[in-house]
């Protein structure tokens, strides 16, 4: 299968089903699939390589439920959230590997702030780092046979380190 193209099969009675189709944007080729956990819940992170220095990463991130069927995941970009928050002249740089990284246990995030004219490879304004958090509890429904609910993946913190424009 091309790069540019991945399919996620489940097994069923008589052979598999396609369960999902992704195709990356123009240029880009999907990273190995992660596997975490957190919280108790097992996940799937499914994501583009960034292209060039201004690449951008498309992620789908899916909770892999005990039957072993994938549900999607909604989460929100820290750096479209940080949108609201930025000071006037500062740029943000989002879109990044970083956006979203399992370490130590936590999901976490970072990407930088640029000022107004600064080049793509060097900004000035800092770095935005966090953390995000998981947020819902699916259940097993018994009538439906299916688990119903939904997990999300919101902004837990924000911390902003300056630089100055000297680094």
């Known amino acids: 299968m091309p790069k540019d193209r991945l399919q996620i099969w489940i097994p069923k009675e008589k052979g598999f089903e396609s369960l999902y189709s992704f195709n990356s944007g123009i240029g880009e080729t999907f990273e190995k699939p992660d596997i ?3 919280n108790g819940f097992n ?3 499914i994501s583009t390589s960034p292209s060039g220095s201004g690449g951008f990463v498309q992620r789908n991130i899916f909770w892999i439920a005990p039957n072993n069927y994938l549900q999607p995941v909604d989460w929100q970009s820290a750096s479209q959230t ?7 002249g500062e740029v943000i740089l989002n879109g990044g590997e970083k956006e979203f990284y399992i370490q130590d246990n936590q999901m976490k995030f970072q990407f930088y702030l640029a000022h107004d004219g600064d080049p793509h490879c060097c900004p000035t304004a ?7 958090k998981l947020v819902g509890s699916p259940k097993y429904d018994f009538f439906e046979r299916k688990y119903v609910g939904k997990l999300e993946i919101q902004i837990d913190q924000f911390e902003h380190k300056r ?3 000297s680094e």
């Open 82 to 88: 940080y949108e609201n928050l930025a000071a006037p």
């Open 36 to 38: 975490f956990t957190i």
């Open 43 to 45: 996940f799937l992170d």
């Open 163 to 165: 630089r100055l424009n």
């Open 126 to 132: 800092g770095l935005i780092s966090g953390t995000y």
